[in-house]
């Protein structure tokens, strides 16, 4: 699948098979992992490789755990989640905030907030996501980084249709696409960061951009 430069999703792209409130399915806490620990090894090595050090991130998103590596030097991190009690117990987050991006993409933060951006094994759940993606560029400084991380699992009646009826390198393209279609970004990458070994690993794969310096 090829999308174009400028062509939109259509609405049905992101349609859902439960389209009910999505605090409703987020309502009980699930204070669990959603890639296994190979998995979760790798992202916190590519975090501590990438995030800005001494700076403010947010964990878009978010849930019990940000995947951070251990005693990682973070001036601030904020959470932005549907659970309460999940961003509570998260040993990371300095603040958190309840907020619906389904219901509301704009997010609750000031221009140029934020040093760097994340959002992990979420992407799927997003059903205005060009619209996100405009509001992170904005809560962004000039020549950080949004970084998209995603792997293969899901919670079928909440991850929207286009995700579910194309392949992990589709996926790749299609957070790509989001990026194009958002504006205002430089250096979209795709990365695959899965991990080596013998064994079972959930994939890793990552997209991610910089928000233009004169943007
Ligand atoms: C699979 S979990 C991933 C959590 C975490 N980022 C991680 O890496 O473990 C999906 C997360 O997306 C959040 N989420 C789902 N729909 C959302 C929405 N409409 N607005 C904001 N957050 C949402 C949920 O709160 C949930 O924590």
Redesign the pocket.
Known sequence: MIFQMKTPLPPAACARIDETD?RL??AEP?IV???DDNAIAAIKEFFDQTLPKNAAIL?????????LPEGFPAQRVVG????AV?LHVNPVLDEYVI?????NPTLPFDDGEFAAVI????MQ??TKPVAVFREVHRTLQPDSPFIVIFSNRL?PT?AVYIWRATSDAEHAELVQHYFRLAGGYTEITFLDCTPQTDGYTDPVYIVMAKKCEES
């Open positions: 999505d399915f987020y699930r992992t959603h890639i964990d878009l998103m978010s849930s019990a755990f940000s995947h932005l989640g549907l659970n999940e907020h619906d991006l389904n219901a959002m992990t094994v979420s759940y997003l919670f909440k």
